[in-house]
Each structure stands twice: as structure tokens, then as C-alpha cells.
């Protein structure tokens, strides 16, 4: 795991952070931001939190124009990764912009739980190799970033039936991530913010065949 803290300068975090505040992004509204492929024994069946989304980049491919917005903070994201056990550059899979938001009122009677649903942002089914998760957090807010010891292992094999964290990290303004993508991870709602801007930056050690 590498955690880098003041990973911008503080201009060019302000830069992004005035982008995605701006009245004019395109934020999406999601009714349920945790949706895994699979219930968890642990969670409610009826637990939702909702948000804001936009997917710019995904599966290899441009989605949105306000991939403009990200292009050089991508390459600077890159300049951080280690290397690629495959011998060259790692390939960029998707880029994320999450809005998170306080627990909603319908999830009150959950506040107990300490994280949203585990997941992790690729199948194993075509994605066999190397994959790394990057977050970069944009403003001042709560809600840690839970990352847990089990890992997704290649198909066939089942999800875990439980989770145990491995480490939970702090979501400082302008800090950058970079983990293993195959540690089951999750977020959590911010409760003295009213808001919890993540970048979610995922890379594949080559390029697969999705379809």
C-alpha cells in the first residue's frame, strides 16, 4: 500500500476541487452507492445509501468529455504506481468521481455499521492478473476508506462469507492511495462533512479482453 499525503500542490488540489463542485459537473444520482454482486450476512438486505457518481473512463475507453478535466492528474497518478509485473506501463481501466454523502435517513436505524458494502472494482473472471485501486481524495471530510485482509481469488471461487480489516485510512484532503485491487475494500459516509469527494483511478496490468 502507498499512501502519499499533500500529494498535489495546493493549487492544483483547489484546481479539482473547484471542478467538481462547479454547478455545471455532471454528477449522477445513484439510490445505492454500496451495491455489491453479492448480500453479506453482515449487512442489512435493505441497507441503502445514496449519491453521486460519474464514470468518465471505463473499460479502457473515454465515456465522457470531462475526461479533459483528469487526463494529467491520471499521468500523475501513474508516475506513482510500482511496477508493472507484466514489464510495461499499466493499463488505465476507469476513472471514477464519487460523491459521497452523511447516511441517509432511511439508513439511521444502521449507524452502528461502520462501513458501506465490501467490493472490489473488477470481476475475476476475465481480469485474472495484477490490478491497482487509486483514490485520491479531494476535500476536507470524514468517512475512512476500510480496506480488508481477504482478497478476490480467481474464478470459480466464491466472495468471503466475512471481512476483517486489514487497515482503514483517513480521507485527508489532497491525499493519494494506491492498493492492491484484489483486497476487498469499502467506504464509509462522511458524518461531520456534508460531502466526501473521491477519485477512483483503476489500473490492469494489461489490457483484457471483455467481451
Known amino acids: 500500500m502507498i499512501e502519499i499525503n499533500n500529494f498535489l500542490s495546493d493549487r492544483l488540489n483547489r ?15 445513484a439510490d445505492n452507492i454500496t451495491n455489491s454482486p453479492t448480500h453479506f450476512n453482515s449487512y442489512p438486505i435493505d441497507y441503502k445509501q445514496y449519491g453521486f457518481h460519474h464514470t468518465c473512463f471505463m473499460e479502457y475507453e473515454s465515456r465522457s468529455s470531462t475526461l479533459s478535466y483528469f487526463t494529467h492528474l491520471v499521468e500523475l497518478v501513474k508516475d506513482q504506481l ?25 439508513n439511521k436505524r444502521y449507524a452502528s455499521l461502520d462501513h458501506n458494502q465490501p467490493h472490489v472494482d473488477h470481476d475475476n473472471i476475465v481480469v485474472t492478473g495484477k490490478t491497482l485501486t ?15 485482509n481477504e482478497k478476490l481469488k480467481p474464478a470459480p471461487s466464491s466472495w468471503p462469507a466475512k471481512f476483517t480489516v486489514k487497515t482503514r485510512v483517513n480521507p485527508s484532503r489532497n491525499k493519494l492511495l494506491i492498493f492492491d485491487g484484489d483486497h ?20 490492469h496490468d494489461r489490457r483484457y479482453q471483455l467481451s
Open 15 to 29: 484546481h479539482y476541487e473547484n471542478i467538481l463542485f462547479h454547478g455545471e459537473f455532471p454528477w449522477y444520482y
Open 184 to 203: 476487498f475494500h469499502a467506504s464509509s459516509s462522511p458524518t461531520e462533512y456534508e460531502s466526501r469527494l473521491v477519485l477512483t483511478f483503476n489500473f
Open 82 to 106: 510500482p511496477e508493472n509485473p507484466e514489464g510495461h506501463d499499466w493499463e488505465l481501466f476507469r476513472v471514477r468521481c464519487g460523491f459521497n454523502l452523511p447516511l441517509s435517513p432511511v
Open 134 to 148: 487509486c483514490l485520491y481524495y479531494v476535500n476536507d471530510t470524514d468517512g475512512d476508506t476500510f480496506i480488508f
